[in-house]
């Protein structure tokens, strides 16, 4: 096997390993630590964290210790989440969030860093286009990581499915679950059972153990990338300045379409925390339990990922417009029946309709929205970006932040009304560049219209 080609294995296997606890973690935070609402709390705090992170962090850490060490180190950031969820208090898991989204962007940064250096040495030697090799590399990373997400819930909801403690709730207790629920933000009033410790511990252990074969992967299958051939990425990495970096993030808000797409941004974080952190907790973990959450959770992940190959595909004769309208139409499609539902056990498929529905509605936000910052701002596109993971960072850290406070129906109008001004504030946008831009052929506007970034994470 080519060695380079070796080493994208190694690095998409060690985040498939980390990323089936990460994500399984995450789905159960608001359900396993709804007291006080700790477990959305965390994640409030470990985005914020984030936030920091991807402005100072990955260019200091790659320099210092290289792609292969800064991967390893912010890896072991993860696992101390997982360490904390053991006992779980605001003790331990507001600081272990913490230390994880200070690895968040370090880890990702050096990952397209450390793929993209390995594509460039590949093309050179075998005398190809390094975009092609590059493409090629990300496309082999990403099929296997976007499988994470099914194996992580699929692992807690086997664990939790083996408890002797399910209970069938009286229907006085299943009218506390939906959209007005009977929640004081402190606590689940329903009585839903509890997984017992046990349970809980064998999951966390082997979430622990799935984050420690990541790193030890890492640490002794991935080889440290030459020093002539990083020698070029570390003067690029070292070429602005980090306040140089960071002023112009904020300056590319003089650009009046990327104020206007400030919401559409955000709602991408807002739109996934009610699904990770309410859905699960006041629908599925409510009226079925917890052990349904996985599968849920797994039902999301696969529609999002083939809908996100679907519409990459489809879009360049759909255009984006009519896939944002999809997306719009069919999120408040949902959010409006959310209001409406009341969730019952014997409705069992209408708990994975939504999930499912909900991630078309994501493909065409992560996919289109990335794609639409890659055609506006070619010129600017490090600027911008960082701009969009601000934003779209600072929507979780908000619904993140609020969702213990507030009602569910409460928390679904917002989401509604940050929906509707995304809508209007990206028709303003398309608006603006019809005006701007010369009439083109139709075959060429769509080209244009679809242009996107190369390589554009979207996860944590």
Same mark, same amino acid.
């Given at each position: 096997?080519?060695? &380079?080609?070796?080493?994208?294995?190694?690095?998409?296997?060690?985040?498939?390993?980390?990323?089936?606890?990460?994500?399984?973690?995450?789905?159960?935070?608001?359900?396993?630590?709804?007291?006080?609402?700790?477990?959305?709390?965390?994640?409030?705090?470990?985005?914020? %964290?984030?936030?920091?992170?991807?402005?100072?962090?990955?260019?200091?850490?790659?320099?210092?210790?290289?792609?292969? *060490?800064?991967?390893?180190?912010?890896?072991?950031?993860?696992?101390?989440?997982?360490?904390?969820?053991?006992?779980?208090? *605001?003790?331990?898991?507001?600081?272990?969030?913490?230390?994880?989204?200070?690895?968040?962007?370090?880890? $990702?940064?050096?990952?397209?860093?450390?793929?993209?250096? =390995?594509? &460039?040495?590949? =093309?050179?030697?075998?005398?190809?286009?390094?975009?092609?090799?590059? @493409?090629?590399? /990300?496309?082999?990373?990403?099929?296997?990581?976007? !499988?994470?997400?099914?194996?992580? @819930?699929?692992?807690?909801?086997?664990?939790?499915?083996?408890?002797? &403690?399910?209970?069938?709730?009286?229907?006085?207790?299943?009218?506390?679950?939906?959209?007005?629920?009977?929640?004081?933000?402190?606590? @689940?009033?329903?009585?839903?059972?509890?997984?017992?410790?046990?349970?809980?511990?064998?999951?966390?252990?082997?979430?622990?153990?799935?984050?420690?074969?990541?790193?030890?992967?890492?640490?002794?299958?991935?080889?440290?990338?030459?020093?002539?051939?990083?020698?070029?990425?570390?003067?690029?990495?070292?070429?602005?300045?980090?306040?140089?970096?960071?002023?112009?993030?904020?300056?590319?808000?003089?650009?009046?379409?990327?104020?206007?797409?400030?919401?559409?941004?955000?709602? !991408?974080?807002?739109?996934?925390? /009610?699904?990770?952190?309410?859905?699960?907790?006041?629908?599925?973990?409510?009226?079925?339990?917890?052990?349904?959450?996985?599968?849920?959770?797994?039902?999301?992940? =696969?529609?999002?990922?083939?809908?996100?190959?679907?519409?990459?595909?489809?879009?360049?004769?759909?255009?984006?417009?009519?896939?944002?309208?999809?997306?719009?139409?069919? &999120?408040?499609?949902?959010?409006?029946?959310?209001?409406? *539902?009341?969730?019952?056990?014997?409705?069992?498929?209408?708990?994975?309709?939504?999930?499912?529905? $909900?991630?078309?509605?994501?493909?065409? $936000?992560?996919?289109?929205?990335?794609?639409?910052?890659? %055609?506006?701002?070619?010129?600017?596109?490090?600027?911008?970006?960082?701009?969009?993971?601000? *934003?779209?960072?600072?929507?979780?850290?908000? =619904?993140?932040?609020?969702?213990?406070?507030?009602?569910?129906?409460?928390?679904?109008?917002?989401?509604?009304?940050?929906?509707?001004?995304?809508?209007?504030?990206?028709?303003?946008?398309?608006?603006?560049?019809?005006?701007?831009?010369?009439?083109?052929?139709?075959?060429?506007?769509?080209?244009?219209?679809?242009?996107?970034?190369?390589?554009?994470?979207?996860?944590?």
């Amino acid at each position: 096997m080519e060695r &380079n080609f070796k080493n994208v294995l190694v690095i998409s296997f060690g985040f498939l390993l980390l990323f089936t606890a990460y994500g399984g973690l995450q789905s159960l935070q608001s359900s396993l630590h709804s007291e006080e609402g700790l477990g959305v709390a965390s994640l409030s705090v470990l985005y914020a %964290a984030l936030i920091f992170s991807s402005m100072f962090l990955p260019p200091i850490l790659i320099k210092k210790l290289g792609c292969k *060490w800064t991967i390893a180190g912010s890896m072991c950031c993860y696992i101390t989440f997982s360490l904390g969820n053991f006992s779980a208090s *605001w003790y331990t898991l507001i600081p272990t969030s913490v230390i994880l989204g200070l690895g968040g962007a370090p880890l $990702w940064s050096a990952k397209c860093t450390y793929l993209t250096i =390995a594509g &460039n040495a590949y =093309a050179e030697k075998a005398k190809r286009s390094g975009k092609d090799i590059i @493409n090629q590399y /990300f496309g082999v990373f990403f099929l296997i990581f976007q !499988s994470s997400g099914i194996w992580g @819930n699929l692992i807690s909801s086997l664990i939790f499915s083996q408890a002797s &403690n399910k209970v069938e709730l009286p229907e006085e207790n299943l009218e506390c679950c939906g959209a007005y629920d009977c929640t004081t933000g402190t606590s @689940n009033a329903t009585g839903s059972a509890e997984p017992s410790s046990s349970l809980i511990y064998t999951l966390l252990g082997i979430y622990t153990a799935s984050g420690v074969l990541a790193v030890l992967l890492i640490v002794i299958f991935l080889d440290q990338i030459k020093s002539d051939q990083a020698e070029a990425e570390k003067e690029r990495l070292e070429a602005p300045s980090f306040w140089a970096t960071f002023l112009a993030t904020f300056q590319q808000l003089k650009d009046k379409r990327q104020c206007l797409l400030i919401p559409l941004t955000m709602y !991408s974080g807002f739109e996934q925390a /009610f699904l990770s952190g309410d859905y699960t907790k006041t629908y599925v973990t409510c009226a079925l339990g917890i052990h349904y959450v996985g599968y849920v959770m797994i039902c999301f992940s =696969a529609v999002n990922s083939l809908c996100s190959l679907l519409f990459g595909k489809i879009s360049q004769f759909t255009g984006r417009k009519l896939l944002f309208a999809l997306a719009t139409i069919t &999120n408040a499609a949902c959010i409006t029946a959310l209001l409406l *539902w009341k969730p019952h056990p014997k409705q069992l498929a209408v708990f994975f309709v939504f999930p499912a529905l $909900w991630g078309l509605s994501d493909a065409v $936000w992560q996919t289109q929205t990335n794609g639409l910052y890659g %055609a506006l701002f070619e010129k600017h596109k490090e600027a911008a970006f960082a701009n969009y993971r601000l *934003w779209e960072s600072l929507g979780f850290v908000i =619904a993140f932040g609020y969702s213990p406070r507030l009602q569910v129906h409460t928390k679904l109008y917002i989401l509604l009304a940050v929906l509707a001004l995304a809508a209007v504030m990206y028709g303003v946008v398309e608006h603006l560049e019809e005006r701007s831009s010369p009439r083109a052929p139709p075959a060429a506007a769509a080209e244009k219209e679809n242009v996107g970034p190369l390589t554009q994470d979207t996860h944590m």
